[in-house]
């Protein structure tokens, strides 16, 4: 099993690699969801997002993902004429690692860092976070 690519979320200019996959929802709604082509054994999915975090509501700001013949498509694939989108069909819990690294299990591929912030999403946007520490006696500040 290979490890894959996580998505990116942007919060305050902050790079998130996130494993969730906000846009497998919006396929599920639809009634011929796009296929697309992995382009390594790295994204299984085929396309790669990039997500931002803004005034509390989730935006998909970036998009790539290839085709049958490895023809890449950008945004303007899914939604025509749109610089970005506001992920209004997105309810669910985004994940995001911060602190150091305490254990990476080379079998699962599976890192566990100092803390989790679990980001709650109902339709776009964000209605509450939860942070859980992964560490025993350690006390930190989070922003998000």
Partial sequence: MTAQIGEILLIDNQQYLIAEQPLHNYFKLLKHPPYFTPPSPTCWRGYYGKWELRND????????????????????YLFPQKEEIFANWYSGIIKISQGK????????????YEEDVMLCFENGKLIDYIVHS???????????
């Avoid at 509501?57 to 303007?76: A, P």
């Avoid at 690294?101 to 566990?112: E, R, V």
């Avoid at 992964?134 to 998000?144: A, D, G, K, L």
């Fill in 101 to 112: 690294l305490i254990k990476f299990d080379q079998l699962t591929h599976t890192s566990i």
């Fill in 57 to 76: 509501e989730l935006y998909l700001i970036n998009f790539r993902g290839y085709l049958d013949n490895f023809d890449e498509v950008d945004l303007d």
């Fill in 134 to 144: 992964n560490c025993i006696n350690t006390e930190r500040e989070v922003e998000i």
